[in-house]
């Protein structure tokens, strides 16, 4: 089987490393397994520069890609347009089998899409999750990129369900934790503490460690001022670090927030971010695959989104979701300084075992 692997922004990275790493195993391993897959990277180059991209390849042990397409920044459409053309040309030029991709990245939909049409099987890891929230860009992949799915892996029951519901076989879904979470495991031993602990005297749980990127939150700059400023509140003088996305920096800049507890800094590394999400006194964060990893962290998790495409994180984990609205963030802020958060369990199978799952059950699918 040739198999193409996408990745494209920065939550795809440690979604693909423990998959690349399973693979080389199976072919270092054994003779007779070493030719059923021969697998190509690819990078579309959606996320480029060094922050964004460049470190998680180094701090995680992936390769080299085989093939970077170089798209770059632009709207949804002009990157959707130019990682099509450019997948397709590849493809046209030297074809493959079989198109895994993972998560709901721009890169995702646009590699299935292209794949799809020239008749190649399209594998989803994370495939079936849904905020049915049909305004995030990243709702609108995965709603693509399933309906043209072959084989979902998938993370959570829930998955599996809207999955079921929207009429897919029982053969094409299975159920095998979540890779994200080997890389997690895998790496736990290696987080590194970031040159910021020491520069603002961080004391273990004794900070608040904050991410904001979506839209809906970081494109609107008095709700973005707003919801600073009633984080700054409820810190209560609590150190927050926060790691500033390139979009939220650009708003940033207009903006103007200074407070003495409210530490701006770049995006860090996945070593150190992870350090300091692991030693802190709680996460506020409008991403996604951070409440996964808080979840298997028990560190206590506001998420400022209105709805999630992870329930388990909060049914399950210790995430709440405290909506978007700057009003809500007070009584949430209480409950942490009152020692009244809840404490969380780990979901079934994210154990980091998944991408050798995945990888066994590779190995029986026919090219
Ligand atoms: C993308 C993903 C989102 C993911 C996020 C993590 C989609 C639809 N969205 O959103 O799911 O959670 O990445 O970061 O795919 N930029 C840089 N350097 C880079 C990459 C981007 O400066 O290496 C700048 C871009 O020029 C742009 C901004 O950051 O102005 C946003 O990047 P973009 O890829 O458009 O989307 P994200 O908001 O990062």
Known sequence: MKLDIIAGARPNFMKI???????????????NRRN???????????????????????????PEPHVNLEVGSGTQAEQTGRIMERYEALLLKDPADW??????????????????????????????????????????????TDAITDIFYTTSEVANENLRKLGHQESKIRYVGNTMIDTLLKNMPRFNKPEAWNIYQLQEKGYFIMTLHRPANVDEETKLKNLIDEIVKGAKGMPIVFPVHPRTAKMLKGIGIEADNLHMIEPLGYLE??????????????????????????????????NTERPETITIGTNELVGTNPDNVAPY???????????????HLWDGKTAKRIVEDLLNIDS
Not at 21 to 26: F, G, P, R, S, T
Not at 37 to 62: A, C, E, N, P, V
Request: aromatic residues 6%; glycine residues 8%.
């Open 17 to 31: 490393a423990p998959i690349i790493a399973a693979l080389e195993k199976v072919s270092s391993l054994s003779a």
């Open 99 to 144: 198109v895994l991709v993972v998560g709901d990245v721009t890169s995702t939909m646009a590699c299935s899409i292209a794949a799809k049409k020239l008749n190649m099987g399209v594998i989803h890891v994370e495939g079936g999750i849904r905020s049915n929230d049909i305004s995030m860009p990243e709702e609108i992949n995965r709603m693509v």
């Open 333 to 347: 802020m209480e409950k942490l300084h009152n020692g009244e958060w809840k404490a969380g369990k780990i979901p």
């Open 273 to 306: 971010f992870n350090y300091l999400v692991q030693h802190a006194f709680a996460v506020i964060t409008d991403s996604g695959g951070i409440t996964e990893e808080t979840t298997v962290m028990k560190v206590p998790c506001m998420t400022l989104r209105d």
């Open 36 to 62: 059923k897959i021969q697998y190509r990277l690819i990078h579309t180059g959606q996320h480029y520069d060094k922050k964004m991209s460049g470190s998680f390849f180094k701090q995680l042990g992936i």
